[in-house]
């Protein structure tokens, strides 16, 4: 029996999510998965919160991940992270964009933004893997690669290999952004390494 | 190569497509040569991809209406035609709907309604599903991509078949959800172009009507046997102590939660296999039925007297997932690892320098009673701006502006103002308009013109003087419009320069005449496509 698994991806609108979603589900289906992703347009589209479901099995029914089964978390922004917790099991990782995109009722003053994100996450047992995705993203000279830095980093979790999901994003990235995208897609995965050999 | 937009990337087994974009590749395999659409989450796709297949006549409508009347001519003049919408964009196409039901078609005609459970991006969530039974048409309702994309095509091949326009529906879970589908024949058509003359059948005046009334009914009649042996109706046996009967997105979720169970899916929404269903029943020890929205399959089974349990257990509201569908079934929910934690809301924005910002910010000094409707600028209901007071349905603001003005008399003046997008103008805030020229109102209403359909991702509509497919075309001029109509006050601001519209706004809503007030700005952010961008 294959592989399967799901993977929460969740952020702002307009961080580049939808791609996320789709480059992963590509590589997914070119290692030979079945794959359903699922993802709501409209309202999402501005700056309000993004999430896409992303299932992958030897056969996929529903496209929804169940509340309590996320294998992976993907969050583009810390406290998405918090908003889709009750997706989360103590087994759950989260690959964490250490980004803050404050909400309006942030900026305008009426809400505070929590400062104990990552303490938040990790009381709870969760494996988290931060990274600085939108440093990573500025330092490459192309801050729009954000997402790309994040499914570097979600690769590590999956069992597809790097060939594919550089493939896929030849394929799916128009020319002239190739190779700053899979560049950043190498960072990713290559922080999620380095905290995985310190934690060792 | 026809499909100019689609994903470039799959493997032998298939490509990873959207559920609308598996509609617009069954359209095109179809061999659909005319559909229509007005946006409308989550349908909006369908159109936006089917517009880059060759050989495929795509337009943006003004309304769903008028979209469903194109499609319904297209197929009188013998070519498969198609009409996508939201599910309250069928409200509005419901009286071509009915009558189309009587007149039946010459090509195939399908209808897509994309509802939406939950209300993700819409006002109710009405489940049209009864539009079905109330219009006596088939429905049929895929649940995920792959059957999207097929059930389009056996859509025109029963309307062809049975005489009759065929309903599609999806919901949200299956329009934006991405599956994996493969590519298969175009299908040719049955009938031949042109032009025939039918009165009986195309001219429903009562005397015809009634013919196609009793015509209608032994259709219906066969279509009910067809649906005993359509295949896409089908048992899934498996252990018998319990049984599911279940139908679109709802199907997966059960085969989700009980893997093992026996699930009779309906493939065919409406009418229903009554054999198929007793027959099912009667194997099962307890049946239940799983739906979203409403008890529309259970109370068929229920009328027909067969015992099952639905909505005693399974929520009438929103949507379902595996989780309540598993909990509600089994009767005991495992609590979750995490309790939600009550962070900041993140609600969604206007556009960064979208205009709607200055002219509401202007409003909200005015302190009036604001009619508000459909499009981003619903979001002017939220804090900060805080400036809309209602919002019901597209085009809505102006007849109850009117309305409220009309019941409280001289005491409204200066009290309310109504206030509309562009496109949302073109769809239905037109005809409100008009009825506050001749019935003598002074109600002021503020088109809020930014040159786009903003909501559903920056559509062209016939004020933009941009087609779907980004070639120019003739722009309706709202002001000569608004002229036309017979309104006398028309005065157009930029509502980026807030001292000037707000001097307007003060002028206008205190003017015992009729109104119509243009805050017209094109919007960085939402500029309309020009030629050749896509």
């Known amino acids: 029996m294959k592989a399967s698994g799901s993977v929460l991806l969740c952020g702002v609108g307009g961080q580049g999510i939808l791609l996320a979603s789709e480059i992963t589900s590509y590589a997914l289906l070119g290692a030979g998965f079945d794959v359903k992703k699922s993802e709501v347009h409209g309202m999402a589209q501005r700056g309000g919160s993004v999430v896409a479901h992303l299932r992958y099995g030897e056969k996929v029914y529903s496209p929804l991940i169940e509340a309590g089964t996320a294998g992976i978390e993907v969050a583009f922004e810390m406290l998405e992270a918090l908003r889709y917790l009750t997706f989360l099991n103590r087994q759950s990782r989260v690959i964490l964009n250490t980004q803050r995109i404050l909400p309006a009722p942030v900026a305008s003053g009426s809400e505070k933004y929590p400062d104990d994100v990552l303490d938040q996450l990790r009381e709870r047992g969760l494996s988290v893997f931060p990274v600085d995705a939108f440093e990573t993203a500025r330092s490459l000279g192309e801050n729009r690669a954000v997402n790309m830095v994040l499914v570097g980093a979600l690769s590590v979790f999956l069992p597809v290999d790097e060939g594919i999901f550089l493939e896929v994003i030849g394929k799916r990235v128009p020319q002239k952004f190739r190779k700053v995208n899979r560049e950043a897609f190498l960072q990713g995965k290559e922080i999620v390494k380095t905290i995985q050999e310190v934690e060792k | ?534």
């Open chain 2, 1 to 534: 190569m026809a499909m100019k937009k689609l994903n470039p990337v799959g493997t032998k087994d298939g490509i990873l497509l959207s559920g609308n974009e598996a509609v617009a590749l069954g359209a095109y395999e179809a061999g659909v040569k005319v559909a229509s659409a007005y946006p409308g989450t989550p349908s909006t796709e369908i159109l936006e991809t089917l517009c880059t297949y060759e050989g495929i006549y795509s337009e943006w409508a003004p309304n769903e209406k008028v979209a469903l009347e194109v499609a319904l001519g297209a197929c009188f003049a013998g070519v498969r035609a198609l009409a996508t919408m939201k599910h309250v964009g069928l409200n509005v196409a419901a009286d071509p709907l009915f009558t189309s039901a009587y007149t039946g078609v010459r090509g195939g005609l399908v209808i897509v309604t994309a509802d939406d459970p939950e209300m993700h991006s819409s006002q109710n969530e009405q489940d049209n599903r009864n539009y079905a039974f109330a219009a006596k048409v088939p429905m049929l309702e895929p649940s995920d991509p792959a059957e999207a994309k097929e059930f389009v095509k056996i859509a025109y091949t029963l309307s062809e078949e049975f005489d009759t326009p065929v309903l599609l529906r999806t919901t949200t879970r299956i329009a934006h959800v991405k599956g994996i589908v493969t590519t298969g024949a175009v299908i040719p058509a049955a009938v031949t172009p042109g032009i025939e003359k039918i009165p009986q059948k195309f001219v429903m005046l009562p005397a015809h009507a009634r013919k196609r009334r009793q015509e209608l009914e032994k259709r219906m009649g066969i279509l009910r046997e067809f649906a005993e042996t359509f295949p896409e109706n089908r048992i899934e046996w498996g252990d018998r102590k319990k049984g599911f009967i279940t139908s679109g997105v709802s199907y997966l979720y059960v085969k989700e939660a009980f893997p093992g169970a026996s699930v009779l899916k309906l493939g065919m929404a409406y009418p229903f296999p009554e054999r198929l269903i007793t027959s099912f029943a009667s194997e099962v020890e307890e049946l239940f039925i799983v739906e979203e929205l409403d008890p529309f399959i259970e109370l068929h089974v229920k009328a027909m007297g067969v015992k099952c349990r639905g909505k005693e257990v399974i929520p009438s509201t929103g949507e379902l997932n595996s989780r309540i569908v598993r909990n509600a079934v089994s009767g005991d929910g495992q609590e979750l690892p995490f309790e939600p934690v009550q962070i900041p809301m993140r609600p969604p924005n206007l556009c960064p320098g979208c205009p709607h910002r200055g002219i509401f910010y202007a409003i909200s000094k005015l302190g009036v009673f604001v009619a508000g409707d459909i499009g981003c600028y619903t979001l002017a209901a939220l804090k900060p701006l805080s400036s809309m007071d209602s919002c019901v349905c597209m085009g809505a603001s102006i007849g109850t502006a009117f309305g409220m003005e009309k019941a409280l008399g001289k005491d409204a003046l200066g009290k309310i103002v109504a206030v509309i997008g562009d496109s949302t103008f073109m769809h239905s805030g037109i005809t409100g308009l008009i009825d506050v020229v001749y019935n003598r109102g002074f109600t002021t209403v503020v088109v809020l013109d930014n040159r786009t359909t903003g909501m559903t991702g920056h559509q062209p509509n016939p004020s933009t003087g941009v087609t779907i497919s980004g070639d120019y075309t003739t722009a309706v001029d709202i002001e000569a419009l608004c002229r036309g109509i017979g309104v006398k006050n028309v005065r157009t601001v930029n509502p980026h320069d807030i001292p000037a519209t707000l001097k307007v706004l003060k002028e206008e809503v205190n003017r015992q005449r009729e109104n119509a007030l243009g805050a017209r700005r094109v919007s960085s952010s939402a500029a309309p496509r020009s030629n050749g961008s896509r």
